[in-house]
């Protein structure tokens, strides 16, 4: 294998030098087949790097050749220090393999950690301008980079077919993750260990795609990542990558990921600990359930209970109308200005805390799906809502089309948002939905779709509002089938007694 020339510029050696000297920085060198290459790809690490590494191991994937002992050869041979050859118990797949080699790296407490691939596909040449990247304490993460200057690729040989191939997929993924890396396909990489370890990167793929996977964490968790620049190489090492079955795998993890955002689907590897975001916000899209409110005619000096007020953003919202309203949850923000705040576990007894006709109208948006008792809660709404009372009440919709598809193939995919929410006892169809409250005394007067909050998770610009909108479309065209949540909008009819009692008040006697 024909070394790469990088002479290392003084700046960049001296960058590099000082993180050297100020963090403990590991080479951790996947390896699987790599017979061939290993000693190579070692003896092309400068020589001046070697002394400085924290530690230098080498994994080996369960090789079916003699890579752990011509490995451990060639060290001996450099004479090379804190340096051990460890084989896996099994094959675990080349992201399995960097799950070992990362939490080896964070229970031996090294600052920095530098991916290298054992055949020598990625230059050892270059290990010091990657080191040189932490030189600015904000970056979480380097990568190296074929395409900062693209058509240098071409020149060095890299084939048409996977130049273009790297940009489509690169642009995918950027597009779909807001990222603006230049390639996300390049296995030259490196960490600071604080930042993997806010990342879950042990659920991640074992697969290819686990480089994909990581990067969508570090952009979740807003890591820095700066892209080193270096040339492309192809010798005689075999690749394992099966280029379509990768390819799909990047774009779906990529889907994945946005779709957990929304709430639509959960991906366990895609939660992060530390984003503290919360599962109910309001939202702002003209297309959305909480702007759809906020255009109704709330009338002047009408009493109104927002149950499950949340932050009570959308009570505040609403009593700039004139309205009275009481926002009621079992935990919500104090110094609330404009309405009155009750707290109250909406599991307890509605009609215990509240008279009996205390008001015009209730507003319960994804509550009922929360409650032990969906019936009871109901009813004890029905009796708290005046005579012809209304009430505009919300709930996921497990008839949406992505359930209906995830059900076809059999995956009932619980999470911590969306419309299998891990905290919703009972789910709900339109039909069951209408069912229930009719059965609690509520005539239906009105049924409206909304589509997933694609907006308020992805953004504003004009992809995702066409994208929103067209969902919007579909949810008040059909909204069983295309509908993420519904409203229904219905009114309080008269119970038994009630009407007994009107009757018997406007009686004519004859005594």
């Known amino acids: 294998m024909k070394p790469i020339i990088n002479k290392t510029d003084p700046l960049t050696r001296q960058a590099a030098e000082a993180v050297f000297l100020e963090k403990k920085v590991a080479l951790f060198?996947?390896?699987?087949?790599?017979q061939k290459h290993i000693a190579e790809t070692l003896r092309r690490i400068p020589e001046w790097c070697l002394p400085r590494f924290s530690e230098i191991y080498i994994i080996d994937d369960s090789s079916k050749d003699e890579t752990c002992n011509t490995a451990f050869a060639a060290g001996t041979n450099?004479?090379?220090?804190?340096?051990?050859?460890?084989?896996?118990?099994?094959?675990q797949g080349y992201g399995g393999n960097q799950k070992i080699g990362y939490t080896h790296a964070i229970q031996n407490n090294h600052d920095i950690v530098i991916l290298l691939h054992g055949d020598g596909q990625y230059p050892p040449e270059y290990l010091p301008d990657i080191v040189a990247g932490y030189a600015k304490p904000e970056i979480d993460a380097a990568f190296g980079s074929r395409m900062l200057k693209r058509t240098n690729a071409l020149r060095e040989g890299m084939p048409l077919y996977k130049w273009i191939g790297n940009q489509v997929l690169t642009e995918i993924e950027n597009t779909i993750l807001g990222t603006k890396l230049s390639e996300f396909h390049n296995g030259y990489r490196s960490y600071r260990i604080n930042a993997l370890k806010k990342i879950p990167f042990h659920l991640n793929s074992d697969d290819f795609h686990f480089d994909t996977d990581i990067i969508i964490q570090l952009n979740l968790t807003k890591s820095r990542i700066v892209e080193i620049p270096m040339p492309t190489h192809y010798g005689d090492e075999k690749c394992h990558v099966n280029g379509m079955k990768y390819a799909w795998n990047c774009a779906k993890s990529a889907i994945k990921s946005r779709l957990h955002q929304a709430g639509i689907f959960f991906q366990p590897n895609f939660e992060i600990p530390e984003n503290k975001i919360r599962n109910y916000h309001l939202k702002n899209?003209?297309?959305?359930?909480?702007?759809h409110i906020l255009n109704l005619p709330w009338k002047n000096g009408e009493r109104v209970a927002d149950l499950g007020a949340n932050d009570g953003l959308l009570s505040q919202k609403i009593a700039r109308h004139g309205s009275h309203v009481t926002a009621v949850d079992i935990a919500i923000p104090e110094n609330l200005t404009g309405i009155q705040a009750v707290r109250l576990d909406l599991n307890k007894n509605l009609n215990e805390t509240f008279a009996k006709n205390s008001f015009d109208k209730i507003v319960a948006l994804d509550v009922?799906?929360?409650?032990?008792s969906?019936?009871?809660s109901a009813t004890d709404m029905h009796d708290i809502l005046k005579p012809s009372g209304r009430l505009y009440a919300s709930t996921a919709n497990i008839g949406y089309i992505v359930m209906r598809l995830t059900h076809f193939l059999g995956w009932f995919n619980y999470g911590k948002k969306g419309i299998l929410d891990?905290?919703?006892?009972?789910l709900f169809t339109i039909g069951s939905f209408q069912r229930l409250l009719k059965n609690s005394g509520f005539a239906i007067m009105e049924i409206k779709g909304f589509g997933p909050p694609i907006v308020d998770a992805f953004?504003?610009?004009?992809?995702?509002?066409?994208?929103?909108?067209?969902c919007w479309i579909l949810a008040r065209t059909y909204p069983r089938l295309f509908a993420f949540n519904f409203l229904i909008i219905a009114r309080k009819k008269l119970s038994v007694e009630e009407k007994t009692e009107l009757t018997e008040s406007a009686a004519q006697k004859i005594i």
């Open 29 to 34: 060198i996947v390896a699987y087949n790599a």
């Open 374 to 376: 969906p019936e009871k």
């Open 78 to 91: 450099l004479g090379l220090k804190n340096f051990s050859v460890m084989r896996t118990p099994g094959n």
């Open 285 to 291: 899209a003209k297309t959305s359930l909480h702007a």
């Open 422 to 426: 891990q905290t919703h006892h009972r």
């Open 459 to 470: 953004g504003n610009n004009f992809f995702w509002k066409m994208i929103d909108r067209a």
């Open 368 to 372: 009922v799906e929360h409650l032990h």
